[in-house]
């Protein structure tokens, strides 16, 4: 009986067998000890969030299997990372998930923390069929803009494919110029396409690691925490010590810093 147990023993019960009962659930929430109803509030919630992830989940797979029945077994997911930091290149992953894959917790990359990136771009290379990568880099970012930068990754990420494409889902509203390719833009498609979400998170975490390392080539600038956007410690070291080749000389922030500072750090 849930009554013969105290609340430490209950949470360690629930912890050790993660449990997930309405059952239980009710009986917590019907406990007269605070701390019993408190342990049924966090599991409801957890119930409540786990119900969300396997629906959005369901959502996302029905939206890529409409566009498989009416296009053929090889969808491309694309999305692409780093069009607003200073520094750094932009990064575009293309994928291809087989018809069935338990990724629940998939979802537009920036609403997961690092750790569940992490363990989902991990997953996402275990189950996937094909993945593509593209990256520009910020001297070419400058010679082309942005928006045409992070159409050349994406055209680079889909390259990469290594089977004859049926279709390809682009996150946003803009095409991939001349790509050969049926394209179907997407606006918002990192939480509506599972494929594109797929993209979002190997692009993502690919990114996230070449600004770790890239904090290591040139320390000061946060990169590490601020993966290249404009925080306030990386504005400051930008006003401080100037660019650095990895900083995007088209952009305002850092066209300031170099004129403040004559140059860059290599120049």
């Known amino acids: 009986m849930l009554k013969d147990l105290t609340i430490s023993q209950i949470k360690k019960a629930i912890m050790e067998k993660n449990v997930y009962s309405r059952d239980l659930l009710q009986a917590l929430l019907d406990d007269d000890r605070a701390g019993v109803q408190k342990l049924g509030r966090k599991l409801q919630k957890e119930m409540d969030q786990r119900q969300k992830r396997i629906k959005n989940f369901k959502d996302m797979e029905a939206f890529d299997r409409k566009f498989r029945d009416e296009n053929g077994e090889y969808l491309v997911g694309v999305d692409e990372v780093g069009r607003g930091p200073l ?99 997407v606006i918002g498609g990192d939480n509506k396409s599972l494929s594109i979400a797929a993209a979002s998170i190997v692009a993502k975490v690919l990114r996230d690691w070449i600004m770790d390392y890239l904090d290591t080539v040139y320390p000061g600038y946060g990169l590490v925490h601020n993966k290249g956007y404009g925080s306030p410690d990386h504005l400051k070291a930008l006003k401080l010590k100037g660019p650095t080749p990895i900083h995007r000389l088209s952009f305002a922030p850092v066209q300031k810093a170099k004129r403040q500072k004559g140059g860059t750090l290599f120049d």
Do not use: W
């Not at 979802?107 to 996937?128: A, G, N, P, V, W």
């Not at 050349?152 to 803009?174: P, T």
């Open 87 to 185: 520094a750094g290149p932009v990064v575009a992953a293309a994928v291809i998930l087989p018809k069935r894959i338990p990724l629940y917790g998939i979802q537009d990359s920036k609403e997961l923390t690092s750790f569940q990136r992490e363990e989902l771009f991990c997953q996402i290379h275990k189950f996937s069929i094909s993945i593509g990568l593209g990256l520009v880099e910020p001297e070419e970012i400058d010679r082309l803009n942005i928006g045409k930068a992070s159409l050349k990754a994406m055209e680079m990420a889909i390259s990469g494919i290594n089977k004859k494409i049926d279709g390809v889902l682009i996150d946003g509203n803009q095409r991939i110029p001349d790509s050969g390719f049926k394209q179907t833009t």
